[in-house]
């Protein structure tokens, strides 16, 4: 996927709440073996109630238990400092 193409679709799921958008950050990552952005994206799905199924669940299960719980933490605090930025107004 291009960055032209990611761009949009961070702009769609955290600006505009697209759900599908969120799957299809988390979907990439999945794909290219990211841990933390694809915990972070994961997180963002679970906000605005995407469709997940059990690989997601799965994937994020196996990075989170890689982590430190201090890892973890941040991980969690920057999904939460994300979902804050996007939606205070501009």
């Known amino acids: 996927m291009s960055r032209?193409?990611?761009s949009e679709l961070l702009k769609r799921a955290y600006a505009a709440g697209d759900a599908q958008a969120a799957v299809a950050l988390?979907?990439?990552s999945i794909a290219l073996g990211h841990?933390?952005?694809a915990l972070i994206?994961?997180?963002q799905a679970?906000?605005?109630?995407?469709?997940?199924?059990?690989r997601h669940?799965?994937?994020v299960r196996d990075?989170?238990?890689r982590m430190s719980?201090?890892?973890l933490a941040r991980v969690v605090g920057e999904a939460r400092a994300r979902k804050v930025r996007s939606s205070s107004p501009d």
């Open 46 to 54: 679970q906000h605005l109630r995407a469709p997940l199924d059990a």
């Open 26 to 28: 988390l979907d990439q």
């Open 4 to 6: 032209a193409a990611t």
């Open 63 to 65: 990075v989170a238990a």
């Open 41 to 43: 994206r994961y997180l």
């Open 69 to 71: 719980d201090a890892t």
């Open 35 to 37: 841990r933390r952005i």
């Open 57 to 59: 669940h799965e994937y």
